[in-house]
DNA sequence: ACATCATTGTTGTCGACGTCTACATTGGCG
DNA sequence: CGCCAATGTAGACGTCGACAACAATGATGT
């Protein structure tokens, strides 16, 4: 009977990334356990042990592969050779899906834990993220789509009011299809400014 | 020896969320136990339970003090008789400063663990802290200071740019001084827009 | 081919935690 | 003054993350 699986799982540790990631969409962060997961996959409970030195690191590995999915979103999503509202919008879509399909990933991945300086590659991740952003205001702001000044000030209103729309979109505030269903309007508005013209 | 306490506390409520908010700030949600708490307080590790049904009720009431304080803050940065940019910038100044001032919390406030239903006076609470924002819009488009069309998205704006800006700020993505240094321009540019005029 | 050895998985243990139940003390209300 | 709800205590249970000692495996070099 209990048919004797091979003593070495093969890929353990993507195995428990994949079980983890399904847990945090399903369940959330915190009904995350290692030891559940070891249960789910059929080994013992010390195995994580051996890909994780511990539970924090299994986040940051969770939040590492969020940034690159995000990333990659975003990359596919950056049009050059569009104009700027359109282009802009297609990158704003393309961050807010990502983030109302995958909230608590979201959250994990901009949670304060990960600080303690070994976030360096998550970090560069993140900052990554940006670059899509900062590619575009350049550009816009070489064509004259885009006011003068400060390119990093400019791209942040843009990123910011992105960001804090999916992550109001993300946890219960907004409802996620409304949040979406304004955003041309909302990029519309990020653009033209709230003052009357 | 021993001096014996009093057998009740007199108000272990409020004992148990000051420290529990110290121990936020200090150390993270994370590191919040309610045994801890207990030990710290010098009652037994299951008295908490009598004023909390569990660690998330003490985190709902933690998570909603957060917002009580944040919307008095709001409050009082409202000055009904100013310009649209001033007054957005003295609204933005306040939340973006309760947020660098409290990250853990603003964490907490805004995490997704609360959700199930049980946040009907927390969401409330939330919900107030638009109304600021809210009737400054109302305000100016009344003297036309805004632009006009629904209230709700134009609010949005700037509720969502200064929520990710606190958020930014907050999670190490930006250096909070640098945030509250540009943030003027910041608002300029979310009133005035990213195009030229 | 085969001995060696780093890698990977297992078992057992530890202390801490959240939660529950049964019990003790207290203070307020009739 | 006696009762009772509210509040605090003591003990127990199951789970967890982490660690250490041990076992199986498979790649490497000769």
Redesign the interface.
């Known amino acids: 009977m209990s048919q004797s699986r091979p003593y070495h799982h093969g890929d353990l540790r993507a195995a428990l990334l994949a079980s983890a990631e399904r847990t945090l969409r399903e369940r959330?962060t915190?009904a995350l356990s290692l030891r559940e997961l070891a249960r789910d996959i059929g080994v013992s409970h010390a195995a994580p042990g051996r890909h994780f030195k511990d539970k924090q690191a299994l986040l940051d590995a969770l939040a590492l592969s969020g940034f690159e999915r995000l990333n990659q979103a975003l990359a596919s999503a950056n049009l050059p050779d569009t104009a700027?509202e359109p282009r802009m919008a297609a990158l704003a879509r393309a961050y807010v899906t990502f983030s109302v399909d995958n909230?608590?990933l979201l959250?994990l991945m901009?949670?304060?834990?990960?600080?303690p300086d070994i976030g360096t590659e998550l970090?560069a991740s993140?900052e990554l993220s940006l670059d899509s952003f900062v590619r575009l205001v350049a550009d816009a702001q070489q064509r004259?789509?885009?006011?003068?000044g400060?390119p990093e000030?400019?791209t942040?209103?843009?990123?910011?009011?992105?960001?804090?729309?999916a992550?109001?979109a993300?946890?219960?505030?907004?409802r996620p299809d409304a949040v979406l269903a304004?955003l041309d309007?909302?990029i519309h508005?990020?653009?033209?400014?709230?003052?009357?013209?």
Not at 144 to 148: H, K, P, R, S
Not at 170 to 174: A, D, E, P, R
């Open positions: 959330g915190a700027l909230p608590e959250e901009y949670s304060r834990k990960h600080d970090a993140a004259g789509e885009i006011v003068q400060d000030g400019i942040l209103v843009a990123a910011a009011g992105i960001h804090g729309l992550a109001l993300t946890n219960g505030t907004l304004g309007q909302h508005l990020i653009l033209h400014g709230l003052k009357p013209r």
